[in-house]
């Protein structure tokens, strides 16, 4: 498998660990290089525990109505980059690590989460070479948060005129809410 795609998958099970997982939020913290360099035993330990995750929450919540919204983070900003910079321009996985990193900004902003946490969160996705900076370097042209932001009114996850994220507060601790345009654009630059 090609490092970029190897890496775009290992950011949806980072999501996991941070949405469900704390003893896997643990590995990606410690063991980061025994996973770049494909250790097959922690591999099996992540995929295991993204799998039993993931089924737990799909048999929890089947039709889709609440709880399983939360496997949505980073997916908010990630979809509206992958449509502004052009499908394939940007792994999936990158765009939702990069995404990640905005909504984990949000939550700083709202006072959800201490920056030291989110200093936590950003030195696990840069130590994976995922995007931390507002813009990514793949984005080109101005009013990239005009555009960015025009991109995610248009989620199919919204369900009035504002936006809706998942925000974190803690490692397994998140809540989906609506939020402001003005606080989506203040991570935007």
């Not at 660990?17 to 410690?30: G, N, P, Q, R, S």
Request: proline share 2%; net charge negative; with cysteine.
């Amino acid at each position: 498998m090609p490092q970029n795609q190897y890496l775009s998958g290992l950011a949806e099970a980072f999501k996991t660990a941070v949405l469900y997982d704390k003893d896997l939020y643990e590995i990606f913290k410690t063991q980061s290089e025994k996973i770049i360099n494909r250790d097959e035993e922690v591999l099996k330990v992540i995929i295991n525990k993204c799998v039993h995750a993931k089924s737990e929450i799909v048999e929890k919540d089947f039709t889709e109505q609440n709880i399983r919204a939360t496997l949505n983070l980073g997916h908010t900003f990630a979809h509206a980059l992958e449509t502004t910079v052009g499908l394939g321009s940007v792994t999936h996985g990158q765009a939702v690590a990069w995404g990640i990193g905005r909504e984990i900004e949000v939550c700083v902003n709202k006072g959800y989460c201490l920056e030291s946490f989110k200093k936590e969160i950003f030195s696990i996705l840069e130590k994976f070479g995922w995007e931390t900076e507002p813009v990514p370097a793949v984005v080109r042209g101005g009013g990239v948060g005009e555009r960015l932001l025009n991109a995610m009114h248009k989620d199919k996850k919204n369900i009035d005129e504002k936006i809706r994220l998942v925000l974190t507060k803690n490692i397994c601790n998140v809540v989906v809410e609506e939020v402001e345009d003005s606080e989506i654009l203040s991570v935007l630059k």
